[in-house]
């Protein structure tokens, strides 16, 4: 029976329902053995090679005082050296980083040299500057490297970085990409501009946003546009011509903040979140602004291949428009405009955040990893 090695590295909304999944998954594999190595949050740290974590005690076994410690730094090494990843009959190995720490992401390179593939839903990595991305790319695609992927960075679960690879693979020219990718926004704008332009305060969303476990861990990443901006960059690595355009990563992308100046430095998500009713004034002149012309608001991602244009901003929408009418809920709807596709997009549309479809798209590049 072949042993498949998972390391976990983060275990909040995302991680934990990986966890759960994970646990399903192993109990229906007859050729295989999924072993639980490692489990960590941002205080503490469990690692055993040579009998794993049991999966239905991976929480308890993590809250002991006596759980053997491993830093995240030395994952890579301990596991290159306790479970012989370098050699030709090696037992598949891979890191789950379920965090969105850009210290994590900086470790990938070396997971990845060590033989040990890494799966991920944060956007770190492939969004900051070309020198990680470029890395993790050469690391993989070096003899004995290990894999790297990542569908949940983009839509959550939806196909979108699987769909693009493959249009690129099979030699489709990429025109355009266009759509609403954040899920916090998509439901933000969902329930607070419709064509009525009325309904709750802009802030009150906000907070539902945050506790149906939509935004980031700080929902000032959805507000000031990065977040969107750090899924266009990571598609627009994916086409051939665009690949070293943005070279700051997310930095590079032409973006509309919707934070108040004041609270950009409110380093607390709980604190900004306390903080934003005092700015439902101004959101709420915005929502009548769009209402005045017949129009919502919606936050849109736009990647122009042929203009070299890579925007994420809020923009006004007819009512009748698909993007005011056919979105509910977290919605993401992503529309790629082709060669093959001509004037009709192929449209990848339906959740874009949430611990479940998000822990979905890990568990899918686990499974197509084995
Ligand atoms: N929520 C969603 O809908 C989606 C999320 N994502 C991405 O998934 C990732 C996880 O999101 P989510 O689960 O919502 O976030 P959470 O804040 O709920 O969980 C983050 C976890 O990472 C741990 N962590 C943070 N820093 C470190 C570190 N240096 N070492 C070890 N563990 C660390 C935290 O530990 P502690 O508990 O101790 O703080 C926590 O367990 C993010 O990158 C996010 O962008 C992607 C698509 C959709
Ligand atoms: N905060 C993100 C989560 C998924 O990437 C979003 O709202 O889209
Ligand atoms: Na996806």
């Avoid at 070096?142 to 693979?169: C, F, M, Q």
Wanted: charged letters at 20%; hydrophobic letters at 35%; proline letters at 5%.
């Amino acid at each position: 029976m072949s042993v498949v090695n998972v390391a976990v590295i983060g275990v909040g909304l995302v991680g934990k329902e990986f966890l759960n999944q994970l646990a399903t998954v192993a109990s229906s594999q007859t050729n295989r053995s999924i072993r639980l190595v490692y489990v960590s949050n941002s205080k503490n740290s469990v690692y055993n090679a040579n009998d794993g974590i049991p999966l239905d005690r991976w929480e308890q076994t993590l809250a002991q005082e006596q759980a053997r410690k491993v830093s995240p730094s030395d994952l890579p090494s301990r596991l290159k050296a306790d479970l012989n990843v370098s050699t030709s009959a090696r037992p598949v190995t891979i890191v789950v980083d379920n965090t969105s720490s850009e210290q994590i992401a900086s470790l990938y390179p070396s997971f990845i040299q060590n033989g040990v593939d890494v799966i991920t839903p944060n956007k770190k990595a492939y969004s900051s500057n070309l020198s990680l991305y470029n890395d993790i790319v050469t690391a993989s695609s070096t003899p004995g490297g290990g894999r790297y992927l990542n569908e949940s960075t983009v839509g959550a679960g939806l196909p979108i970085i699987s769909t693009l690879k493959d249009l690129v693979a099979t030699g489709d020219e990429v025109v355009k990409i266009e759509g609403v990718l954040s899920g916090t926004l998509s439901y933000i704008f969902n329930e607070y501009s419709t064509p009525s332009g009325q309904g709750p305060s802009f802030s009150s969303i906000v907070s539902q946003a945050r506790e149906k476990g939509y935004t980031e861990p700080h929902p000032g990443d959805d507000l000031n546009g990065a977040d969107v901006a750090r899924k266009l960059t990571i598609l627009s690595r994916l086409i051939p011509s665009l690949r070293n355009h943005l070279p700051e990563g997310y930095q590079s992308v032409s973006i509309t903040s919707l934070v108040p100046a004041s609270l950009a430095s409110v380093s607390s998500g709980d604190e900004f979140v306390k903080a934003l009713p005092s700015f439902d004034a101004e959101f709420e002149q915005l929502r009548e602004d769009a209402k005045r012309e017949g129009k919502v608001l919606r936050y849109v991602g736009v990647i122009d291949v042929k203009e070299g244009v890579v925007k994420a901003a809020l923009d006004k929408y007819p009512a009748n428009h698909a993007f005011a009418t056919s979105l509910q809920g977290s919605d993401n709807i992503i529309a790629f405009h082709t060669k093959r596709y001509g004037s009709r997009p192929l449209i990848v549309q339906g959740a874009g955040a949430g611990a479940s479809v998000t822990a979905m798209g890990v568990m899918s590049d686990l499974l197509k990893l084995l």
